[in-house]
């Protein structure tokens, strides 16, 4: 898709200066050497000179028009990193919602049938995405309180 910049609107105010009102762009006519500079923000955007006022605003329309197209991009990038970060927090909420729900149901076996159901619950949980503790590792370490 190409991106136009809005067409440019230029005035003589009478001291041969012309402007942007859009873009805040000025071309400067220098009429003892014949020839126009731009000028952004009171500085001079590039080392060009211009033959023409129609060749000044030609230059400033495509400077425009790459403005504009560099803020579509990044506009883009950070719609789609906002999304990714969306997904992210959804997927990292499921995840851990699925882990409470496990915890819960580990604590309902306890209290209902015995500790050895409960704690297969957890293990269940752990092992189906291979998160089980390495339990010789833990022993290495000072046991179950060192390894939290």
């Avoid at 190409?2 to 000025?26: C, H, L, M, R, T």
């Avoid at 959804?90 to 209290?111: C, N, P, T």
């Avoid at 409960?118 to 293990?123: A, F």
Wanted: hydrophobic share 40%; net charge negative.
């Amino acid at each position: 898709m190409e991106i136009q910049a809005k067409p440019i609107q230029w005035q003589d105010n009478s001291s041969n200066y012309f402007w942007d009102v859009i873009y805040g762009f000025n071309i400067e006519y220098f009429s003892h050497r014949g020839y126009y500079r731009i000028f952004k923000n009171n500085k001079l955007i590039n080392n060009e000179i211009y033959e023409s006022i129609d060749e000044a605003k030609s230059q400033c329309q495509l400077i425009a028009n790459e403005h504009v197209k560099a803020i579509a991009e990044v506009k883009q990038d950070s719609f789609i990193n906002a999304e990714k970060s969306e997904r992210r927090a959804r997927m990292f909420s499921d995840i851990l919602e699925q882990y409470v729900i496990a915890m819960r149901a580990a604590v309902v076996a306890d209290k209902l049938e015995d500790v050895n159901t409960g704690m297969r619950w957890i293990k269940n949980t752990l092992a189906g995405p291979g998160l089980l503790p390495d339990i010789e590792e833990a022993k290495a370490i000072g046991g179950a309180q060192a390894f939290f």
